[in-house]
């Protein structure tokens, strides 16, 4: 790769470009398994699997799910939670050569629907309880035509297998139920068991051939697949690997609490743990505070990849100082940008180093993050990792560069850019330019090559001509004390220019009112950037992945002003 300014600042041991070893997803894991066979690899509630008894897992349920037709090119649908059954499926569909069709456990019969269709799926990997409320009854619509249906209680040890079941049915909806005895139907456990002993199928793996139909938000708003191959995967563990200083075999304890389902957890959690032989500590909610801080305790967690709103509602969990979370060292952020006092007060619990970084679900994911041990620019993305280049173009023409300082839309390309969306040419042809992948994402780069995201492109307001960057306003209302969490959307008017408008949570026990926070950002921003109108929520809407939905906000304002107009 020709010399790009940010090579100067990459860690030492760090090369501009790499050599990487030509393996699947699925070698990386017989590889840890064969090198470290009784290293721990998978911790969930009262079980411990080591990488042997993993990898053992994994081929009984290859042998399962090829026994119900699954070969290269197969599409198989994995619709659960962080359960071991999700990290078995994900390795058993891929080392037949299936592509895998990550689904969100909060889907509506609707979305699955659409999800499962598109991407053609015909074999299925579900939880009991989301067979009976949401997939049952969906079935004569689907061509999935077998399913493999798991449980929360069969991986689990005894007491927990006794005690589990009560627990699960007392949650309102419940998190368990029966699994009924219907053609094509079977119970996971029991269908990887009656495999024992036999040898699954090993075809061979093209790494340019797809793996994962990565399911994100369309242009057209219709939700589409980034295509990303085993290629793909491999190449981008391989780069957060060298990045995060080289393979520490079975040293690692990586805390696995965002939704597999989302390409950054896959990866960066998942997949990057099973490179190492590193243990993964399986967390189911990542909302359950109570249970994330009782797993990085326990299980003595030393990586751990999350998110802005995360590490904030870790900061606020009453009691948090009396917790000892020493263990951890390395913290991944990403998804959205992470406020200067969340960071410094997580970082001063924990002793460990926020790393922010970049990636989106067509790069599989990551392409920026800040060095490890050099520089570390607050509020910017960081460099762009090995063998990938970054440059800002113009909005309207992406042909036409950008200066260093100046805003512009993203553009990457690098190995890990995905191959192009699932039957969809024309939405492929948006953003894949000669080579380049343009991400909707406004950015500026310094002199030096560091990238900081100031915003989206759907997300910027016009202001009588000016622009405003809703991740600027709501960096400033971050740093006022009172405010637990902010949100700024554009509110557009009929014959007018876009309205400002923030909604802010206030930190317990915190008064603040709307006049005093409008002097405060006055005195940090330029007039026509202060909110017009602020609103004061108890929470904001967050995905599964915990980042805030601005979509929803709008959508929400708009229906509520034209509710008002009559």
């Avoid at 470290?36 to 009262?46: D, I, K, R, S, Y």
Wanted: with cysteine; hydrophobic share 40%; net charge positive.
């Amino acid at each position: 790769m020709e010399p790009r300014p940010w090579h100067a600042h990459y860690d030492p041991g760090v090369p501009p470009g790499l050599e990487y070893r030509q393996l699947s997803l699925p070698d990386f894991l017989r590889r840890s398994a064969q090198h470290n066979p009784g290293a721990t690899a998978l911790l969930f509630a009262n079980l411990r699997l080591s990488y042997a008894e993993l990898l053992r897992e994994v081929e009984c349920c290859a042998a399962a799910l090829a026994a119900l037709g699954a070969e290269p090119g197969v599409r198989v649908a994995l619709h659960l939670p962080n359960v071991p059954q999700m990290v078995i499926a994900y390795y058993a569909a891929l080392s037949l050569g299936c592509e895998v069709v990550l689904t969100n456990p909060l889907y509506t019969p609707r979305e699955l629907e659409h999800q499962w269709n598109d991407a053609g799926c015909t074999l299925a990997v579900t939880m009991d309880f989301l067979y009976a409320e949401k997939v049952r009854a969906l079935r004569p619509k689907l061509q999935v035509r077998h399913f493999l249906v798991a449980s929360f209680p069969e991986y689990l040890r005894w007491p927990l297998t006794w005690l589990a079941p009560i627990k699960l049915r007392r949650k309102n909806p419940p998190a368990i139920a029966a699994i009924p005895c219907e053609a094509g139907v079977q119970p996971f456990r029991a269908a990887l068991r009656a495999q024992r002993g036999t040898a699954p199928p090993r075809p061979f793996i093209d790494l340019d051939a797809p793996a994962v139909l990565q399911y994100t938000g369309g242009t057209t708003g219709v939700s589409k697949a980034a295509v990303l191959s085993h290629r793909n995967l491999s190449v981008n563990v391989q780069q957060m690997d060298v990045w995060f200083g080289g393979s520490r075999p079975a040293s690692e304890v990586v805390l696995v609490c965002l939704p597999l389902f989302h390409v950054f957890a896959m990866t960066c959690a998942m997949n990057f743990a099973v490179q190492g032989a590193s243990a993964m500590v399986l967390v189911p909610d990542p909302r359950d505070a109570r249970a994330l801080l009782k797993a990085i305790e326990r299980h003595r967690v030393t990586v751990f990849p999350g998110v802005p709103s995360l590490y904030n509602s870790l900061n606020n969990w009453p009691g948090i100082e009396k917790c000892d979370l020493g263990s951890v060292k390395v913290c991944l952020s990403g998804s959205a940008p992470i406020a200067p006092d969340v960071l410094e007060r997580f970082e001063r619990l924990t002793g460990a180093k926020i790393v922010e970084g970049y990636g989106m679900s067509e790069t599989s994911p990551l392409t920026h993050a800040n060095p490890l041990h050099g520089e570390r620019k607050l509020g910017w993305v960081g460099l762009p990792v090995c063998d990938t280049d970054a440059r800002i173009v113009d909005v309207e023409d992406p042909a036409r560069l950008i200066p260093a300082g100046e805003s512009g839309e993203l553009a990457l390309r690098g190995p890990q850019v995905m191959q192009g969306y699932w039957n969809r040419p024309d939405e492929s042809a948006l953003v894949l330019r000669d080579g380049w992948l343009l991400t909707g994402d406004l950015a500026v780069m310094s002199p030096g090559g560091y990238f900081q995201i100031v915003g989206r492109k759907k997300d910027m307001i016009n202001v009588g001509g000016f622009k405003v960057f809703p991740d600027e306003v709501d960096a400033v209302l971050h740093g006022h004390p009172a405010v637990l969490e902010a949100a700024t959307i554009g509110v557009p008017r009929p014959g007018q220019s876009e309205l400002v408008k923030s909604f802010v949570v206030r930190k317990p026990g915190q008064t603040l009112e709307t006049e005093a926070l409008r002097a405060y950002l006055g005195e940090r921003l330029a007039p026509y950037k202060v909110p017009r109108e602020v609103e004061f929520l108890t929470e904001l809407p967050k995905s599964t992945v915990l980042k805030i939905l601005r979509r929803e906000l709008r959508e929400r304002e708009l229906a509520k002003r034209s509710a008002a107009r009559g």
